[in-house]
């Protein structure tokens, strides 16, 4: 049966459907995170430990530092000695400004009677000595990294003006001996859960508009069969079991509606289908083999992946379908095309001299720009902000997962000690 192979191997997924070919090692819950480039503009900002954060779990401080550290634009100043919290108003910033800190982040962690954490924060604007608000998140223990992760996005957007995605969370799948795990962790890459655990392929993991919901391929039935599963409960039902091959789920923007890769017809095409089931609608019209569909942010196009004009290239047609435009032609093979959820960009996987590198579309010019030097590339997904872009890729003998800023510069390896990991999908803002 397939294992959960690249995406770049997904022509062959759905017409011949290869051996499994991924080695046997451990699967990650966890990784290393390094940061590998330097921005152009860096945010000096410093964090003092919260103040009865020694009850928790969970270094709050410290969890927002590495986020915004990680998003490569800012750099962090270390505190200067002394005890505040988000009550402190008449201390002197004078010290910090020496230090060279533009903003600094207080706060605390306070048990309520019920069991919970109250955490809470301001930020301050050390230049101007000018307080920038605060706010306060009541959390049980298990939430206080989802309220540290959202005390960066607060901190991110209030500095830089674009909304965080650090309290996102992102999918991905790894084997582990003879089972398959489906993987719900947070943008950092920690507090990882099994969402789906199989000893059959688990591939093309695709998040629901809001975050609660992911649709997969299994192949547990011993065919590829899409399903679509609640993250919170654990519960799924079945999405498409067709004849033949179901397989590379895309939701579209408004969550009502599914399109997949079905091979109903006898060869691999575009269908779409109502998101909570039923008879699927053929969208594309050929001969050939039409994947990897992928609706745009307005959800008026897809952009999907055909070997019509003789090798793979992206393509993109009304979402009702109709003709199609092709947009990739630099090289033979051009496939994973991930359009940014601001509509401005397309990220895809284009094979250079023999090497599987990471590029992105501008959509209003068509100029093309490579992200990578690696040779191994795969399954890139754009952050809900538009700024990042998490892919797969090959790293010392190992898969691995990287994130890269849309113009390259900022580059962040998201890896583990051993084991190998695949097919990263980056969730949306949660509601």
Same mark, same amino acid.
């Given at each position: 049966? =397939? ?8 022509? #062959?997924?759905?017409? *011949? ?6 080695? &046997?090692?451990?699967?990650? @819950? ?26 928790? *779990? ?12 990680? /998003? +490569? ?20 910033? @004078? ?11 207080? !706060? ?15 930020? %301050? ?18 939430? $206080?990294? $989802? ?35 489906? %993987? ?22 695709? %998040? ?38 179901? /397989?590379? =789920?895309?939701?579209? =923007?408004?969550?009502? *509606? ?18 909570? +089931? ?17 609706? *745009? ?11 019509? !004009? ?10 009702? +379908?109709? /003709? ?12 994973? =095309? ?35 030097? /690696? #040779? ?20 010392? !003998?190992?898969? &691995? $997962? ?14 583990? @000690?051993? #084991? ?5 999908? %980056? #969730?949306?803002?949660?509601?």
């Amino acid at each position: 049966m =397939p294992a959960s192979l690249p995406r770049r191997s997904v022509l #062959g997924l759905v017409s *011949s459907l290869p051996l499994l070919t991924w080695p &046997a090692s451990q699967a990650l @819950a966890q990784f290393r995170v390094e940061v590998a480039g330097v921005g152009l503009t860096q945010y000096p900002f410093s964090a003092v430990a919260f103040r009865g954060n020694d009850a928790a *779990s969970e270094n709050i401080a410290n969890i927002v530092r590495a986020d915004l550290e990680r /998003s +490569g634009q800012f750099r962090f100043v270390n505190p200067v000695p002394g005890a505040l919290d988000e009550t402190s108003r008449s201390f002197d910033f @004078a010290p910090w400004r020496e230090r060279g800190s533009d903003t600094l982040l207080t !706060g605390s962690v306070t048990r309520l009677a019920d069991g919970r954490f109250d955490v809470r924060f301001r930020l %301050w604007d050390v230049v101007k000595a000018q307080d920038l608000g605060g706010l306060s998140y009541p959390v049980g223990a298990t939430d $206080l990294r $989802l309220a540290a992760h959202r005390i960066a996005d607060h901190v991110y957007e209030k500095i830089t003006g674009v909304k965080g995605v650090f309290s996102t969370r992102i999918a991905y799948v790894t084997k582990a001996g003879a089972r398959y795990n489906l %993987w719900v962790a947070d943008a950092d890459g920690e507090n990882a859960r099994a969402a789906l655990t199989s000893p059959e392929p688990i591939i093309s993991p695709s %998040w629901a508009p809001g975050g609660a919901q992911l649709a997969y391929v299994s192949f547990e039935a011993r065919k590829p069969v899409i399903y679509a599963h609640d993250v919170a409960t654990g519960k799924r039902r079945l999405l498409a079991n067709f004849k033949g091959s179901n /397989s590379a =789920p895309a939701w579209s =923007p408004d969550g009502r *509606s599914v399109v997949a890769t079905l091979s109903l017809s006898g060869n691999a095409q575009i269908y779409a289908m109502d998101a909570n +089931g039923g008879e699927p609608r053929r969208l594309s019209q050929s001969a050939s083999i039409d994947t990897e569909p992928v609706f *745009s942010a307005d959800g008026k196009s897809i952009y999907f992946v055909s070997d019509r !004009g003789g090798s793979p290239q992206i393509y993109r047609m009304g979402a009702q +379908g109709g /003709s199609a435009q092709r947009l990739t032609f630099n090289g033979n093979y051009n496939i994973s =095309p991930a359009p940014s959820p601001d509509g401005r960009w397309l990220a895809f996987i284009s094979r250079v001299s023999g090497a599987f590198r990471l590029h992105v579309m501008d959509l209003a010019s068509g100029t093309v720009t490579a992200l990578s030097e /690696s #040779g191994g590339d795969e399954s890139p997904s754009f952050a809900a902000n538009s700024r990042m872009i998490i892919y797969a890729t090959r790293d010392r !003998g190992q898969e &691995a $997962l990287m994130t890269t800023t849309v113009d390259g510069r900022i580059k962040t390896r998201l890896a583990g @000690a051993q #084991g190998d990991i695949r097919e990263p999908e %980056w #969730g949306p803002f949660l509601k």
